[in-house]
């Protein structure tokens, strides 16, 4: 079925850190992925995205990775800054649908 | 250029009545698409509008309704409202059958 899941719930980071986040998909269809921040009171804003023929891809101080064979799937977000603190959802989209079908998220919280 | 707008920002309402949420979306794009977010939860897929009709339609009951204008905005309309349905409800716009969503900051409807 369709499902979308991640790791761990919350985190917390010292500042300058590194941070990963991960996500479980369950539907071998999906051929699209996005990871959103959310930020309190405000909807998900787009991160970075990665199609199912890719393995890696890289943006301003994140990476997503994406592991088919065991349907995985992270965030990294490199030199952690206070303005990253929100709730991280990754998001699939299954091969001929048009929706987003998220994953529960993770609060990540930057220590100063 | 105006990203995506949804009104009103809150709403209280009593359960039993009905309510109507609004969505502009971001110019250019001629597709909608309306999530609910349970406090804590991702959002789920409600249903998706494109040339003025529904094109497909997540697990929600008929209670749940909709339409899109001429103009490409789009309405929620959710009938006999339950205490279960308070959540932020959230619009996202896309261009049709292209992956590239924006979500506006939402709608926090509570049933009282």
Known sequence: GESVGLHLPTLSVQEGDNSIINCAYSNSASDYFIWYKQESGKGPQFIIDIRSNMDKRQGQRVTVLLNKTVKHLSLQ??????????????AEIIQGAQKLVFGQGTRLTINP | ??????SPT??????????????????????????QQALGQGPQFIFQYYEEEERQRGNFPDRFSGHQFPNYSSELNVNALLLGDSALYLCASSLHKVYGYTFGSGTRLTVV
């Not at chain 1, 030199?79 to 991280?88: E, F, L, R, W």
């Not at chain 2, 250029?1 to 949804?6: F, I, K, L, S, Y």
């Open chain 1, 77 to 90: 977000i490199a030199a952690t800054q206070p303005g990253d603190s929100a709730v991280y959802f990754c």
């Open chain 2, 10 to 35: 809150h709403l209280i309402k009593t359960r039993g009545q009905q309510v109507t949420l609004r969505c502009s979306p971001k110019s250019g794009h001629d597709t909608v698409s309306w999530y």
């Open chain 2, 1 to 6: 250029d105006a990203g995506v707008t949804q």
